[in-house]
């Protein structure tokens, strides 16, 4: 019960995918590469998912529940992790929130170059865990071309359509074209709306992030996530969800923290 997309076919060529089809080269049971429980691919539809590096691919497999066939653009370093991950030989630390700086790509705005702490954590609105990213720089990030000193990371956020949160407990609207992509059950980057309808990343792991087995749920639950970002200093390193929530509340309460929903990548109607 497999599904191949297309693309997926184009890049693996007509004779794998049917090959793939018949049951030949199928999984049977797998860990799905989206939410990374137990799947068949003999008892419930299963999408494959090829991620593509600069050199080599590695054909993976899902919940047709959970992503769709889809080809997935990733890094070659990002593939050696994820062929570890798929292979088993992965030292996969869960824990929350979990924390990694990584670089933020040049993006189209052009934010002046700086590093992105982003934190997983789950935030509880309207009596729900939701799945929340973080999102603090370790510095003030210029407007592009400016020579000015001033912090301009919210002012960019909210002219690419994040909301101001005043309250921790409203639902923070959705942006559109705005994605999070979760795959081999990390998050590896946040895509943005890009030129001629394509997306490309906001932010791009440097290595993949680890979340909890519980944020993971919850996302996959939801097929979305809450991105929260706030100036550098604002929310700091915080070892607990709760003081977490807290930062959040104060930030909010100082006007200085924004957000938006925005579906999983892949997953957007
Ligand atoms: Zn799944």
Same mark, same amino acid.
Request: negative net charge.
């Given at each position: 019960m497999l599904d191949v997309s297309d693309e997926v076919r184009a890049e693996i060529g007509d004779e794998e995918a049917d090959r793939l089809l018949d049951g030949g080269d199928a999984p049977g049971s797998y860990d799905c590469t989206s939410c990374r429980t137990p799947g068949d691919s003999e008892q419930e539809r299963t999408s494959t998912v090829l991620f593509v590096g600069e050199e080599t691919a590695v054909l /993976?497999? /899902?919940? /047709?529940?959970?992503? *769709? %066939?889809? +080809? +997935? *653009? +990733? %890094?070659?370093e990002q593939l050696k992790g994820a062929v570890r991950s798929i292979t088993g030989k992965d030292d996969d630390t869960a824990h929350t929130p979990v924390q990694e700086p990584g670089p933020v790509a040049p993006p189209p705005a052009g934010e002046h170059q700086a590093t992105l702490g982003i934190t997983c954590g789950l935030v509880l609105i309207e009596g729900e865990l939701r799945p929340a990213l973080v999102v603090e720089p370790n510095g003030p990030i210029a407007r592009p071309g400016s020579m000015s000193q001033q912090d301009e990371f919210l002012p960019l956020l909210r002219e690419q359509g994040f909301g101001n949160v005043t309250d921790m407990n409203q639902l923070p609207a959705p942006n559109p074209g705005w994605s999070a992509l979760l795959a081999m059950g990390k998050l590896h980057a946040v895509l943005q709306p890009g030129s001629a309808g394509n997306q490309s990343a906001w932010w791009q792991a440097h290595q993949p992030l680890a979340v909890s087995e519980g944020w993971r749920a919850a996302a996959n639950k939801a097929q979305a996530v809450l991105m929260y970002a706030a100036p550098a200093g604002t929310i700091g390193h915080q070892p607990r969800e709760d003081l977490m929530r807290q930062a959040l509340e104060q930030a909010a309460a100082q006007g200085v923290l924004v957000a938006a929903a925005m579906p999983l990548a892949g997953t957007a109607a």
């Amino acid at each position: 019960m497999l599904d191949v997309s297309d693309e997926v076919r184009a890049e693996i060529g007509d004779e794998e995918a049917d090959r793939l089809l018949d049951g030949g080269d199928a999984p049977g049971s797998y860990d799905c590469t989206s939410c990374r429980t137990p799947g068949d691919s003999e008892q419930e539809r299963t999408s494959t998912v090829l991620f593509v590096g600069e050199e080599t691919a590695v054909l /993976a497999f /899902a919940h /047709a529940t959970c992503i *769709p %066939s889809q +080809v +997935v *653009p +990733v %890094s070659e370093e990002q593939l050696k992790g994820a062929v570890r991950s798929i292979t088993g030989k992965d030292d996969d630390t869960a824990h929350t929130p979990v924390q990694e700086p990584g670089p933020v790509a040049p993006p189209p705005a052009g934010e002046h170059q700086a590093t992105l702490g982003i934190t997983c954590g789950l935030v509880l609105i309207e009596g729900e865990l939701r799945p929340a990213l973080v999102v603090e720089p370790n510095g003030p990030i210029a407007r592009p071309g400016s020579m000015s000193q001033q912090d301009e990371f919210l002012p960019l956020l909210r002219e690419q359509g994040f909301g101001n949160v005043t309250d921790m407990n409203q639902l923070p609207a959705p942006n559109p074209g705005w994605s999070a992509l979760l795959a081999m059950g990390k998050l590896h980057a946040v895509l943005q709306p890009g030129s001629a309808g394509n997306q490309s990343a906001w932010w791009q792991a440097h290595q993949p992030l680890a979340v909890s087995e519980g944020w993971r749920a919850a996302a996959n639950k939801a097929q979305a996530v809450l991105m929260y970002a706030a100036p550098a200093g604002t929310i700091g390193h915080q070892p607990r969800e709760d003081l977490m929530r807290q930062a959040l509340e104060q930030a909010a309460a100082q006007g200085v923290l924004v957000a938006a929903a925005m579906p999983l990548a892949g997953t957007a109607a």
